[in-house]
Protein backbone atom coordinates (compact mmCIF):
# COMPACT_ATOMS: atom_id res chain seq x y z
CA UNK A 1 0.00 0.00 0.00
CA UNK A 2 1.10 2.95 -1.07
CA UNK A 3 0.73 6.54 1.23
CA UNK A 4 -1.68 8.36 -0.80
CA UNK A 5 -4.08 5.00 -0.25
CA UNK A 6 -3.42 4.84 3.39
CA UNK A 7 -4.51 8.58 3.51
CA UNK A 8 -7.61 7.42 1.46
CA UNK A 9 -8.34 4.67 3.92
CA UNK A 10 -8.34 7.04 6.95
CA UNK A 11 -10.32 9.68 5.28
CA UNK A 12 -13.44 7.13 4.61
CA UNK A 13 -12.76 5.91 7.66
CA UNK A 14 -13.37 8.91 9.51
CA UNK A 15 -16.50 9.87 6.82
CA UNK A 16 -18.05 6.66 7.59
CA UNK A 17 -17.35 7.22 11.45
CA UNK A 18 -18.73 10.64 11.09
CA UNK A 19 -22.29 9.50 9.22
CA UNK A 20 -22.50 6.66 11.71
CA UNK A 21 -22.56 9.00 14.48
CA UNK A 22 -25.30 11.51 12.79
CA UNK A 23 -27.55 8.36 12.32
CA UNK A 24 -27.30 7.03 15.70
CA UNK A 25 -29.20 9.69 17.35
CA UNK A 26 -31.59 10.57 14.42
CA UNK A 27 -32.36 6.64 14.78
CA UNK A 28 -33.12 7.09 18.59
CA UNK A 29 -35.69 9.96 18.12
CA UNK A 30 -33.24 12.79 18.94
CA UNK A 31 -31.92 15.54 16.82
CA UNK A 32 -34.65 17.09 14.79
CA UNK A 33 -32.86 19.60 14.24
CA UNK A 34 -30.76 17.92 11.51
CA UNK A 35 -34.18 17.38 9.11
CA UNK A 36 -34.09 20.08 7.02
CA UNK A 37 -36.84 22.56 7.63
CA UNK A 38 -36.92 21.87 11.03
CA UNK A 39 -34.90 25.08 12.46
CA UNK A 40 -36.86 27.14 10.50
CA UNK A 41 -40.65 26.26 11.68
CA UNK A 42 -41.80 28.65 14.20
CA UNK A 43 -42.60 27.32 17.69
CA UNK A 44 -46.62 26.65 16.96
CA UNK A 45 -44.97 24.73 14.28
CA UNK A 46 -42.82 22.64 16.21
CA UNK A 47 -45.11 21.49 18.55
CA UNK A 48 -47.62 20.57 16.27
CA UNK A 49 -44.84 18.11 14.80
CA UNK A 50 -44.02 14.97 15.99
CA UNK A 51 -39.74 14.90 15.45
CA UNK A 52 -40.02 11.64 17.00
CA UNK A 53 -41.59 9.79 14.00
CA UNK A 54 -39.92 12.07 11.17
CA UNK A 55 -36.47 11.10 12.80
CA UNK A 56 -37.59 7.43 12.82
CA UNK A 57 -38.65 7.18 9.50
CA UNK A 58 -35.05 5.09 8.37
CA UNK A 59 -35.81 2.41 10.95
CA UNK A 60 -38.90 1.29 8.10
CA UNK A 61 -35.94 0.67 5.68
CA UNK A 62 -34.26 -1.31 8.38
CA UNK A 63 -37.06 -4.47 8.75
Do not use: Q
Not at 22 to 42: E, F, H, K, N, Q
Amino acid sequence: METSDIIGLVITIIVGLGLIGLSVPLLMGRCAGLIAGYSTMTKEERESWDAAVWCNTGNRFRK
